[in-house]
């Protein structure tokens, strides 16, 4: 029995190394350049930038219907990389995009599908947070009382960020530069006209659907 087992064993082997690399892109993250996190290989010949901003619910949409399809169809295969970038929009969105980034690059998508997953909750805290009358004048402090008066830290708290590790988020320098870089390129490099806006390996694609973006894209891996 034993001489029987070792020829099925060897034999499953070479499947199973095959499946491994395919399996390993949906959760490898790494950082671009310019501080995008990019999920997938990062070789990959189709190479898709998203730029959203956290407060804009036509993003929220497109996460929602497009997160499953691009990882199981697209980046499983190693075929294609998605690389999430900002173009803030205003200082709520900026709060978001730091929090985003908490935990570094392993937790960001995570974080990036749970803040579009709940925008609904923590923007209605916003509107009531934009009429209040006082708002502390630095912009790191500003920052901070948005992320705790707005609901951001309440959600953030359930994913296990304490508040201290959430104001080292908004404090971090590093963070900052790199968002400001992004949103830089988005608004005024490429003139993106909104959000969700697409790059395929670097040129503008048409459109902010999932259904316009699918179009776009190499057939998916069968």
Request: aromatic share 8%.
């Amino acid at each position: 029995m034993r001489k029987l087992l070792l020829p099925l064993v060897l034999a499953a082997l070479p499947a199973a190394l095959a499946a491994a690399p395919a399996a390993k892109w949906t959760s490898h993250v790494t950082l671009s350049p310019i501080g995008g996190h990019v999920l997938g290989n990062p070789a990959a010949p189709t190479k898709l930038v998203e730029y959203v901003s956290y407060t804009c619910s036509h993003c929220a949409h497109f996460v929602e219907e497009a997160s499953g399809p691009l990882k199981t169809g697209y980046v499983q295969g190693g075929k294609v990389s998605v690389e999430v970038r900002n173009a803030v929009r205003d200082k709520y969105d900026l709060t978001a995009a730091l929090l985003a980034r908490c935990g570094g690059p392993k937790r960001f998508f995570g974080n990036h599908e749970a803040l579009f997953a709940n925008q609904n909750a923590w923007m209605e805290q916003l509107q009531a947070y934009d009429g209040s009358a006082a708002k502390p004048q630095e912009q790191k402090a500003s920052l901070r009382d948005i992320g705790q008066k707005t609901g951001l830290y309440a959600l953030m708290g359930k994913r296990g960020f304490t508040p201290a590790r959430l104001d080292a988020c908004i404090n971090d320098p590093a963070s900052m530069k790199q968002i400001l870089a992004m949103t830089n390129e988005a608004w005024k490099t490429l003139k993106i006209s909104g959000t969700p806006a697409f790059t395929i390996n670097g040129t503008l694609a048409g459109g902010s659907s999932w259904a316009s973006l699918r179009d776009a894209l190499p057939a998916p891996a069968q």
